[in-house]
C-alpha cells in the first residue's frame, strides 16, 4: 500500500538513498513506526544490513528494496 501510493506521487528519484528515504516516508505516513534505514539484522559487523526495519502494528517489517536505474 505504501509503495502504490508513493508509485502514484512520484515516478523518478534522484538516487537510491532518495528512494529509500521516500519509501521510509510513506510507511510512516501509512502508520509504521520505529522506522530504521540501513539496519543490521544482529548487532555482528559482519552481518550485513537491510534498507528499512519498522514496526507495522504488533510486527516488525524489514525492506532489502532494489533501484533500477534508467539506460
Known sequence: ???ESL?????VFHSE????HAFAWALRD???TEIRLERRFVN???EPTID???SI???KVGFELKYSKAR
Open 7 to 11: 508509485g502514484q506521487e512520484r515516478k
Open 52 to 54: 528499512i526495519l519498522c
Open 1 to 3: 500500500m505504501a509503495l
Open 30 to 32: 501509512k502508520g509504521a
Open 44 to 46: 555482528r559487523e559482519e
Open 17 to 20: 538513498a532518495d528512494f529509500h
Open 57 to 59: 502494528g504488533a510486527e
